[in-house]
């Protein structure tokens, strides 16, 4: 991690994906807003977006108006919804704004830091331009990178793998180290048939594989969750190959 932050420190996609694609809570506002949804230049009155989950619409409506004195009553407005959650802005005094933070906090409504302001909002669509261009001009040389440095990643975990099935294995047979270690890819329609072939071969090695997991109760050297075979088995997942090659 450290070794990647060092060779890799600019990650302008993570910045901008959390701008412009992040959920309603992290997300850039300013975009998504318009001036009409605000209360400007007022001395007293305040607007505020907050964050609403879906299932709490019913109580945020029945109860937005009371989390504080001087709260507007029918001033909440729903700007738009993501997946799962929905924008709201609702008028209140200045005054009791940090008491309504703190009160909506408690019932799970989360009001953003955000003040509608012209400039600020021209200085932030700057920004998003230029991650959006810094994410393009990176891309390509952390394609490099990663092509450059999968391969010692990939043999690391690798061997990873070894050591686990290793000591999974003395600690299911015990000593002396007198298993054998294979590497099977067999095509996806004849992974059951290969199963049963595995349970032929080596079902004597262990007469309790096969039967209900939680009836077997704690197995000395299984270390994973799952199926149980009379063989160590660990499950070398290569899809990323295949998106790789789609891609």
Known sequence: SSGINAEWPLRPGAQYEK?????LLTRNLAPLVKEEDFVISSEYLVTVCVVVPKSSYKEWEGSYWKLADFVVPGSSRLILEDGEMGLFTVTMFRKTLDAFKNNARDKKF???EF?????KIKSSTVEIENLRKAKAKAYVPLIKWLKGNFSEAFVNWMHIKALRLFTESV????????????????????EKKLRDKLGVLYGSLDRNAGDNQEQMGDIPGVF???DYFPYVYFDVNTSFVEAAQDF
């Open 224 to 226: 994973v969750s799952g």
């Open 110 to 112: 989360t009001v953003r």
């Open 115 to 119: 003040q509608y302001n012209k400039e």
């Open 171 to 190: 600690l299911r047979y015990g000593l002396p180290a007198t298993f054998m270690t294979a590497m099977l890819e067999p095509n996806r329609k004849s």
């Open 19 to 23: 701008k412009e694609s992040g959920s």
